[in-house]
């Protein structure tokens, strides 16, 4: 009998160690939360794994999911996806710019499928391997439109042998590819991430990137330790956010309304999707 008592009190012990040691992002991060949510809209369950957002205007948001070849249009008013548009078979799919009438979305290998016209009847799909595909081990999950440029933005969240820094690369939209070298990098060492504690310090994985329309500034999400960072135009990091995990549960969208309204969607973890509008206390 006291061999069947020691067993379940080192079985209790050992469960409480394993959830103590647990990598919880929010408690191991700074507590001054400098932002506020301002709505918050659930999703459908086809969205649970939602990976990818853009504005579209008139209160519609394009969305995708890691599975499925689709993009959803999610209506902020109605709280509804009112149409679905296919571009391709199941893949891991992890982000969404829109340019005018044409959507593009990105495959996490460096795949990018052009969809010319996506909201007409009969979209035309084309299917760029960038160059950055061929890079080893090379594991994309952030997309953006950089229409002053005429291109596109691709964060890589993680690369072999890139452990400490964080790359941007470019894709050209009258070439159609991007180049071997990205267009700039996010040093981990940099002073800004100094203020996260712990085993998370100088870890960063960016799972979205997006322009603010009038800043210019280039934000971009850490979804597997909820976190935001703020780049100047020319590269400098500038701002670095906490995202409490009880608010972000699993963060990967990212866009902008016309008026540089943020907005940030979540795949679904003990609650179901959502996209938030969040306002920030900028310095």
Not at 65 to 89: A, C, M, P, R, W
Not at 118 to 137: D, I, R, Y
């Amino acid at each position: 009998m006291k061999k069947i008592i020691f067993g379940i009190v080192v079985l209790i012990v050992g469960v409480l160690t394993f959830f103590s040691f647990k990598e919880k992002p929010s408690e191991n991060l700074d507590k001054n939360l400098n932002y506020e949510i301002l709505q918050k809209w659930d999703l459908p369950d086809v969205l649970d794994e939602v990976s990818g957002i853009a504005w579209l205007g008139k209160d519609r948001i394009a969305c995708i999911q890691d599975e499925d070849g689709i993009i959803y249009i999610f209506n902020l008013q109605t709280s509804k996806i009112e149409n679905e548009i296919e571009f391709g078979d199941g893949g891991d799919y992890e982000g969404i710019a829109v340019i005018e009438d044409d959507a593009y979305v990105l495959r996490s290998d460096g795949v990018i499928f052009e969809v010319i016209d996506f909201e007409s009847t009969n979209p035309q799909v084309t299917k760029k391997v960038t160059k950055a595909n061929a890079l080893p081990g090379i594991n994309f999950e952030g997309l953006c439109a950089d229409p002053v440029n005429n291109r596109l933005l691709l964060a890589v969240k993680e690369r072999k042998n890139s452990q400490h820094e964080k790359e941007i690369y470019a894709f050209d939209l009258n070439k159609k590819d991007s180049g071997e070298k990205p267009e700039f990098k996010v040093s981990l060492s940099d002073p800004l991430f100094d203020r996260v504690d712990g085993k998370l310090k100088n870890k960063f994985s960016p799972g979205e990137l997006n322009i603010h329309p009038h800043s210019g500034e280039l934000y971009i999400l850490d979804g597997t330790r909820p976190k935001l960072l703020i780049v100047e135009k020319g590269g400098t990091l500038k701002e670095l956010y906490i995202f409490s995990s009880k608010d972000f549960a699993n963060p990967e969208g990212l866009t902008f309304n016309s008026e540089g309204d943020l907005f940030i969607s979540n795949e679904a973890e003990e609650g179901p999707a959502n996209i938030l509008r969040v306002s920030l206390n900028r310095k």
